[in-house]
């Protein structure tokens, strides 16, 4: 008994030191706060938010932007514009912020329609402008909560590679 209370007490002693490790990247925020690269890291992070990141993508395969989908992605765009974390949320029909949609007319409107669809499918790209890793993380929990027009495939460097299959809001 008194070998294992001893081993058992080296062994806390030894773990003691890493019990408040949080491994990670390497980044700006390894840096003292007063060095000119972590300050201007900060700056642009509060500036542009989510720009340094990947937007997440949320692919829909087999539909289309035609008028009857459209409705039905702009209002999926809106839900997750609105969703805390999110920055922008960009697809075939408009750019998003804060649940409301920038107009696009002419050929602004026609560039969106033709980067974010194909005969394959429509895909939405999702901005968070969560810095923190576990905050995104909650990002892309909430987004994939959302129902979806369609089934969906998510991309990026945070959710991964994920198929979800949700139903329309229609059927």
Request: proline share 9%; with cysteine; glycine share 8%.
């Amino acid at each position: 008994m008194l070998v294992l209370v001893s081993v058992s007490a080296v062994l806390i002693l030894l773990v003691l030191p890493f019990a408040g490790v949080r491994f990670g990247l390497l980044d700006h925020r390894t840096l003292p706060a007063d060095h000119p690269v972590a300050e201007t890291a900060e700056q642009l992070a509060a500036d542009f938010p989510g720009a340094a990141e990947d937007p997440i993508t949320v692919v829909i395969p087999e539909r289309d932007a035609t008028p009857v989908g459209e409705s039905e992605l702009g209002e999926y765009a809106a839900r997750l514009s609105a969703l805390p974390g999110v920055a922008v949320v960009e697809t075939a029909t408009g750019r998003y912020v804060d649940g409301q949609t920038t107009p696009t007319t002419g050929p602004q409107a026609e560039g969106l329609k033709a980067r974010y669809t194909s005969a394959a499918g429509v895909w939405v790209a999702v901005t968070a402008s969560a810095a923190d890793p576990a905050d995104a993380r909650s990002v892309v929990r909430d987004l994939r909560d959302q129902p979806a027009p369609g089934r969906c495939w998510w991309a990026g460097r945070r959710p991964r590679w994920s198929m979800r299959p949700t139903r329309s809001p229609t059927g």
